[in-house]
């Protein structure tokens, strides 16, 4: 499958490493390969940070003091978590940490050596991963989804809910999640205009992982486009924080383009 093309706000990558000169490291690699990196140098940080940030992959120095199994644990045992991958590393041969951390949930474990060979493409793999073409991704707009998505552009965003809800519950095929994840992109949204930041973030974390690999335009949706825009909008509240969500500019929040044959519509 063809890869996807780079979304415009680059991503997080989230990772647990005390050591100021590895961090760095780990930045410049990480800018190189295209992301975004938001290095923790707590356990209880990295959860934090998690939670936040909505990262595309999670770096874990098992060298680091504190109880990083346990860190990894509720990662792996949340559903807005889970299936973020994570890579444990250690700069020493140290194979009890690294099994330690492969048994409470790391996807992975490596030496730091390893690590400096592949950090790079490994970055760049889950920033653009391949497209999944779920079935019915091509066929036309359901009614309801339709009408969800005109009720989305005209701001109201409790009403999209509502009826791309009842499209999300009518469809069986895969592709339901295409509905789901704008819905609550669009609850997000609503969070934002009643000053909810962490509900706000709550919507994101759960929509956005649902548009992440479907295709640019998907039901006749220009996703790509609308999706770039939402990851923008969740990182800038990020960088907020509750304290200054009413700094942001509702006015940036973006219509959906869709199409139905040769019509174009934004609603």
Same mark, same amino acid.
């Given at each position: ?20 000169? &590895? ?6 690699? /990480? ?23 909505? @990262?595309?992959? !999670? ?12 860190? /990894? ?11 973020? @991958? !994570? ?17 409470? *949930?790391?996807?992975? &474990? ?18 653009? @991963?391949? &497209? ?49 994840? /704008?819905?609550? &992109? ?5 969070? /934002?205009?009643? *000053? ?18 479907? @295709? ?16 923008? !909008? ?34």
């Amino acid at each position: 499958m063809a890869a996807m093309e780079p979304i415009a706000a680059p991503q997080p990558i989230v990772s647990l490493e005390p050591d100021p000169d &590895v961090a760095a490291w780990l930045d410049e690699r /990480i800018k190189t390969g295209g992301g975004r990196a938001r290095a923790v140098t707590t356990p209880d940080q990295l959860v934090a940070a998690v939670d936040q940030w909505l @990262p595309v992959l !999670i770096l874990i120095d098992v060298d680091a003091a504190g109880d990083w199994p346990r860190a /990894i644990q509720r990662c792996k045992n949340r559903p807005h978590t889970q299936h973020i @991958p !994570i890579y444990a590393f250690s700069r020493q041969d140290n194979a009890t940490l690294l099994e330690q951390a492969h048994a409470a *949930g790391a996807d992975h &474990v490596w030496l730091q050596n390893e690590m400096k060979e592949s950090l790079i493409d490994l970055v760049k793999h889950y920033l653009y @991963p391949p &497209v999944e073409y779920l079935t019915g991704w091509d066929d036309c707009l359901s009614d309801l989804a339709r009408t969800g998505l005109t009720e989305f552009n005209r701001g109201e965003f409790f009403e999209q809910h509502e009826h791309l809800e009842a499209a999300w519950m009518a469809e069986p095929r895969p592709i339901r999640t295409l509905y789901q994840g /704008i819905l609550q &992109v669009g609850l997000a949204f609503l969070q /934002i205009q009643r *000053g909810n930041w962490r509900g706000s973030l709550k919507m994101f974390r759960r929509g956005l992982p649902r548009l992440r690999n479907l @295709p640019p335009v998907c039901q006749g949706i220009h996703l790509a486009q609308f999706r770039a825009a939402a990851e923008a !909008i969740h990182a800038e509240i990020s960088e907020l924080g509750a304290e200054r969500l009413a700094e942001f500019d509702q006015r940036r929040f973006p219509k959906i383009e869709f199409e139905e044959g040769d019509d174009r519509m934004t609603g």
